[in-house]
């Protein structure tokens, strides 16, 4: 058996472009990998991948395995606001 130390997952992310959820690890080498837990509905025939390997001098951003998308783990992604608070 593995041990479970090394798979705990070190964010838990849901892609904002494809809605696929995905488990973020750290690489013992550096850098990460990005592992696909459930298919977001817009990919479950099409997803180019179920894993991504970032190196360290990858940037922030992460990408996602199915679709490719890159996006930043630490934006919440919510809607930005119409711009209507105005005078
Ligand atoms: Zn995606």
Known sequence: MESL???DPVAKLR???CQTRLDVYER???GRTI???V???AVEQTAEGLETIEL???GPEITCPACR???D???PYRPIPPLSRGR
């Open 5 to 7: 130390s090394n798979h």
């Open 69 to 71: 998308q890159r996006f």
């Open 39 to 41: 298919l977001g509905p």
């Open 15 to 17: 892609c904002p472009r």
């Open 35 to 37: 592992a696909v837990t």
């Open 56 to 58: 360290p001098d990858a």
């Open 73 to 75: 783990p630490s934006g």
């Open 28 to 30: 013992r080498s550096g």
